[in-house]
């Protein structure tokens, strides 16, 4: 097989799993569930951050008026990150590492396996430089030899070209996967051992979440100016 040939075939592949005509078959384990129990907890931590981001885009409509929400969604957004690249990433260790489901499972299609580590790379670089900016504060930002808040801005840029391409490869296999009616359709198991584990873990990770915001927030208040300092959180100096 050609070059040509295998990529137009990997491309087939994604837009099969893309719109739903085809899956893994992800074998299912007692205890964890196995990987069918991975498959799930990614779908869910990735609907969780899909309500997030489109919630952070909307503070991009005035983003000094809504500044302490936007920072506040980009914490909260940080802890369910870590846990979709933990939960993704010890897919590909097991599959590496040679266990037997997860070799059964096999790897997702050639250009999602590239995607992947780049959604990775620049979701981790926004949620970075978003920190950075609220630890060193509007004036020291800068005033720093690195423009972060241009760097921040570009690496948005990026996350937003590599992201959408991820969402449009993955949503629906997400709905099919946290969805009884689409599952029972695409013949996907319909219970699935640790079920409650998971929905711990995303849990926990939005309680660690809205304890890094409670905790940060108060340090977006030195990228207000003025009357802006006292208003309450949302609200825009020009209504």
Same mark, same amino acid.
């Given at each position: 097989?050609?070059?040509?040939? *295998?990529?137009?075939?990997e491309?087939?592949?994604?837009?099969?799993?893309?719109?739903?005509?085809?899956?893994?078959?992800?074998?299912?384990?007692?205890?964890?569930?196995?990987?069918?129990?991975?498959? %799930?907890?990614?779908?869910?931590?990735?609907? +969780?951050?899909?309500? @997030?981001?489109?919630?952070?885009l909307?503070?991009?409509?005035?983003? *000094?008026?809504?500044?302490?929400?936007h920072?506040?969604l980009?914490?909260?957004l940080?802890?369910?990150?870590?846990?979709?690249?933990a939960?993704?990433g010890?897919?590909? +260790? *097991?599959?590496?590492?040679g266990? !037997?489901a997860? %070799?059964?499972?096999?790897?997702?299609?050639l250009?999602? #396996?590239? @995607?992947?580590p780049?959604?990775?790379?620049?979701?981790?670089?926004?949620?970075?430089?978003?920190?950075?900016?609220?630890?060193?504060g509007?004036? #020291?930002?800068?005033?720093?030899?690195i423009?972060?808040?241009?760097?921040?801005?570009?690496?948005? +840029?990026?996350?937003a070209?590599?992201?959408? @391409?991820?969402?449009l490869a #993955?949503?629906v296999?997400?709905?099919?996967l946290?969805? !009884? %009616?689409? *599952?029972?359709?695409?013949?996907?198991p319909?219970?699935?051992?640790?079920?409650?584990?998971r929905?711990?873990?995303?849990? @926990?990770?939005?309680a660690?979440?809205?304890?890094?915001?409670?905790?940060?927030?108060?340090?977006?208040?030195?990228?207000?100016?003025?009357?802006?300092?006292?208003r309450?959180?949302?609200?825009?100096?020009?209504?």
């Amino acid at each position: 097989m050609s070059s040509a040939e *295998r990529l137009r075939t990997e491309a087939e592949l994604v837009a099969a799993e893309a719109v739903g005509r085809g899956h893994r078959h992800d074998p299912v384990l007692p205890g964890s569930g196995g990987p069918a129990g991975n498959a %799930r907890l990614t779908a869910w931590t990735g609907l +969780v951050l899909l309500v @997030l981001f489109a919630a952070e885009l909307v503070t991009l409509l005035d983003v *000094r008026g809504l500044i302490s929400w936007h920072v506040a969604l980009g914490v909260l957004l940080i802890p369910p990150a870590l846990l979709k690249t933990a939960s993704t990433g010890w897919r590909i +260790v *097991r599959y590496y590492a040679g266990a !037997r489901a997860y %070799r059964q499972a096999g790897p997702p299609p050639l250009l999602l #396996r590239v @995607l992947g580590p780049l959604v990775v790379a620049a979701t981790l670089a926004l949620l970075g430089t978003g920190i950075v900016l609220i630890a060193l504060g509007e004036e #020291r930002s800068r005033a720093a030899a690195i423009d972060w808040v241009g760097l921040h801005q570009a690496m948005f +840029v990026v996350f937003a070209i590599v992201a959408g @391409l991820h969402v449009l490869a #993955r949503l629906v296999p997400a709905l099919a996967l946290t969805t !009884r %009616r689409v *599952r029972a359709h695409v013949g996907l198991p319909e219970r699935v051992s640790g079920g409650g584990r998971r929905l711990a873990l995303v849990l @926990l990770s939005l309680a660690v979440a809205a304890l890094a915001t409670v905790l940060l927030l108060p340090l977006a208040s030195d990228w207000g100016h003025g009357e802006e300092r006292d208003r309450p959180p949302g609200v825009s100096a020009h209504r």
